[in-house]
């Protein structure tokens, strides 16, 4: 299956005082991906990522990698290799006694030992940095310490708990394209833990959003957008349009009128269309109204049409002339429309 490195989580369970935070999630990360579990705060991301470390014991479920359970091996046995938020540096070691501190615990010793960590210093970028002190390193760099630090062991798994949460914008930019040309380099499997969306698109090659302790959809980045599993994963990604329908094959009969959409199905469903994809023009699913709000959004301008007791939002480019009370014609593309089985 998943290959040597591959980490698998089989019905994972886990409860604080009667309540639930992770209800049976069950995730494959073939070896070498780099998979991004995405969810707002307190939807059970570290929870899920400490069981998968051993930092923690699930109340039900297992954890495998290479397709063997990990159920009673020990944090330090596992062949992980974990970075949280904080980096967690010793101060009073220097730089290469911080990266090389858990060779030394399996007792190696020696020139053997400070070529490695030279090595895995060489890889974040911070060659000539061993004998230095954690105090004067910059965030990104005390960052990069503890990558350098988790990669020693050269670990089955990589697990990321929020790396780069703690710096700013631009950083977080250049360290997430780093972090994923490294990964490509040691084709390490890697878990990244993050609460922010462009971070997960950026970072994952796959992408598993949890909501509310159960996988609510996993998948490429663009399927979220384009092919949400639900009207929660569609609003978790900005959707806001929203309308029931019956479908028949593929077309789907609303208040709105027909429209055909790129998906087979029969029954209530409700349709969704992406904001930014409706165009300005009388064809194929156009919806006529009224504009009810147009308000400058700095990268778009967000037009509300109402069409009978419908509202749909459409991101227009910033500058275009809509002004409120005007009648409006807006097409639904039929590749950028979806639907979802009604509940
Ligand atoms: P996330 O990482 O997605 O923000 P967490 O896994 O940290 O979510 O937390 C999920 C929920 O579990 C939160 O409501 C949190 O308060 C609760 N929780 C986590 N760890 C503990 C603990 N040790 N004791 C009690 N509740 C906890």
């Not at 307190?42 to 998968?52: D, E, M, N, P, Q």
């Not at 914008?169 to 922010?196: C, K, S």
């Not at 998948?219 to 019956?246: C, D, K, L």
């Amino acid at each position: 299956m998943a290959g040597m490195n591959g980490l698998s989580v089989r019905g994972l369970c886990k409860g604080y005082a009667g309540r639930a935070v992770l209800r049976g999630v069950s995730l494959d990360v073939p070896a070498g991906e780099r998979f991004a579990l995405l969810g707002p705060s307190g939807s059970g991301k570290t929870t899920l990522l400490r069981i998968v470390a051993g930092l923690d014991h699930p109340d039900a479920g297992e954890v495998q990698i290479g397709g063997v359970s990990l159920a009673g091996v020990p944090a330090e046995r596992r062949g992980l290799g974990v970075v949280f938020q904080d980096p967690l540096l010793f101060p009073h070691l220097t730089v290469g006694e911080n990266v090389g501190f858990s060779l030394r615990l399996r007792g190696e010793r020696g020139r053997a030992l400070r070529a490695r960590v030279e090595e895995v210093l060489e890889q974040v970028g911070l060659s000539g940095y061993a004998a230095r002190r954690p105090h004067g390193l910059s965030g990104g760099q005390a960052q990069r310490v503890a990558l350098a630090r988790a990669l020693v062991t050269r670990p089955r798994v990589l697990l990321l708990d929020e790396p780069f949460s703690a710096l700013d914008t631009p950083l977080r930019r250049e360290l997430r394209g780093w972090l994923t040309a490294l990964q490509e380099a040691t084709g390490t499997t890697m878990l990244f833990v993050t609460h922010d969306q462009e971070e997960a698109l950026n970072v994952g090659q796959r992408i598993g959003l949890l909501l509310d302790g159960t996988l609510a959809q996993v998948g490429e980045g663009q399927a979220f957008y384009t092919r949400p599993a639900s009207v929660t994963v569609a609003a978790f990604f900005g959707g806001v349009n929203f309308i029931p329908g019956e479908q028949r094959g593929g077309e789907v009969r609303t208040e709105l009128g027909v429209f055909r959409v790129p998906v087979r199905r029969e029954g209530r469903v409700t349709l969704t269309v992406r904001p930014e994809a409706l165009r300005l023009a009388d064809e194929e699913n156009a919806v006529r109204g009224e504009v009810v709000a147009s308000e400058f959004a700095g990268t778009h301008r967000r037009v509300t049409l109402r069409a009978g007791l419908q509202r749909l939002v459409w991101h227009a480019p910033p500058h275009e002339a809509v002004t409120v009370g005007q009648p409006l014609t807006l097409a639904c593309p039929a590749s950028a429309c979806w639907t979802i089985p009604a509940g």
